[in-house]
């Protein structure tokens, strides 16, 4: 039986309805004009920074915090997914309630991990979304989803460490509010094979970090965010910078995945939602072949295999979230592995259906569906791909039965 969210995160998740209604939802539009009509597309819309205020002012902010830290609102992982596929509805909600990747799981990492004085410099500045962060942890040299293939190096030369690196897909890094990395690397590549990674602070106006290019996603830049292949050209930073010390990268890696895989299904699953909503209200204004769309047996057969998929995706995402309040996330890998895979494909395919519906509007700009589509398809290989969970899953599930 699915248990009850708590009384402060059904009020939060009321609140937040009512905000993406009154705000969200009609600024979208704005947001992607005010970008289409800029003589630089990296540049923040104002209207973004004048939501993030009126949402701080509404205590919508940072909802993300796990229940463990003195600036959280006390939220287990279990309420935070609720109120997360409320924001995954819009592509730009998550930031105006500074919930944003990677910038929630740079805070988390610095939180869990960060001494006093890189909470001071960094961590505050993010939870204030006065400041941007990036995590620069795939290389485009050699096959990511095996993160012991890294081949960044971060050497230690005296009070300093000297990075250099080669990575792309940096999400948020030609956001012009962008102040700081995480970057993942070698500092011993002869130690045992998950000791050989740490990772590291790297202010972003460190000479030697060069954004050597913009990427796109189906077309689409993402602006002002956007992803970066970045080079690090015999970058120094004070030794003080490393991350919990040298060969400690897997741990952090891990301590910031498990929650973050939550956030992201989440988010996946209220895209869905929001596709459902939208095939149904347009099949029910078109006509063709003498009756509404909505009339037509194929369309209320997607209608209801959309449904049914939703909702598995969610009760599965939700067991996943209670579990690693109650075990812990390592305890939690396979429910983890498993809404990695079923969210994105259960959104992919709830997208398609409306983008049938909508025919070439639903492609276009003129819907958010195409979007939607490009960012759930995207998902199924951010925080590794389909068939490494689905490795993961198959050796859990026998060593569990034999």
């Not at 992607?32 to 990296?42: S, V």
């Not at 962060?133 to 795939?138: K, L």
């Not at 295999?305 to 598995?312: F, K, L, M, P, V």
Request: hydrophobic share 40%.
């Amino acid at each position: 039986m699915l248990k009850e969210m708590s009384n402060d995160a059904k009020q939060l998740q009321n609140e937040l309805v009512e905000f993406m209604d009154n705000y969200i939802y009609p600024n979208e539009i704005e947001v992607e004009k005010f970008l289409e009509e800029a003589e630089n597309r990296w540049v923040i819309p104002p209207v973004i920074e004048e939501l993030k205020d009126k949402a701080k002012e509404k205590g919508l902010w940072n909802l993300f915090i796990p229940k463990e830290y003195e600036y959280s609102k006390g939220l287990s992982n279990y309420d935070y997914a609720h109120l997360c596929e409320v924001m995954g509805r819009s592509l730009i909600a998550p930031e105006i309630f500074n919930c944003n990747a990677p910038d929630t799981g740079n805070m988390e990492v610095l939180m869990k991990y960060g001494t006093d004085a890189q909470k001071k410099k960094w961590l505050e500045p993010l939870m204030e979304g006065k400041i941007r962060s990036v995590f620069s942890m795939t290389e485009p040299q050699v096959a990511s989803s095996d993160a012991t293939n890294i081949q960044a190096s971060i050497a230690r030369d005296g009070d300093e460490y000297v990075i250099n690196a080669r990575k792309w897909w940096s999400t948020g890094a030609l956001d012009p509010r962008c102040d700081i990395a995480i970057v993942m690397g070698k500092t011993d590549p002869d130690a045992e094979r998950y000791r050989q990674q740490s990772m590291i602070l790297v202010p972003f106006n460190t000479p030697g970090v060069e954004v050597k290019r913009h990427l796109n996603v189906f077309g689409y830049d993402h602006a002002p965010q956007g992803h970066a292949e970045i080079h690090y050209n015999n970058v120094r930073v004070p030794k003080e910078n490393i991350l919990l010390g040298e060969g400690r990268g897997f741990e952090i890696a891990q301590g910031r995945l498990g929650p973050g895989r939550i956030h992201h299904c989440m988010r996946a699953i209220g895209a869905a939602e929001r596709a459902l909503e939208l095939l149904i209200k347009r099949a029910n204004e078109r006509e063709a072949f003498g009756s509404k769309l909505v009339e037509k047996d194929t369309l209320r057969q997607m209608i209801a295999e959309s449904r049914i998929e939703i909702e598995q995706a969610r009760l599965l995402t939700l067991q996943a979230a209670n579990k690693i309040d109650q075990e812990g996330a390592k305890a939690a890998r396979k429910e983890i592995a498993m809404i990695k895979v079923a969210a994105p494909r259960v959104s992919l395919n709830v997208i398609d259906r409306a983008i049938e519906v909508f025919g070439g509007a639903g492609v276009s700009q003129d819907t958010p569906l195409a979007e939607h589509y490009a960012n759930a398809r995207t998902l199924r290989i951010v925080d590794g791909p389909d068939q490494v969970h689905l490795r993961d899953i198959a050796k859990l599930e026998i060593r569990e039965q034999l």
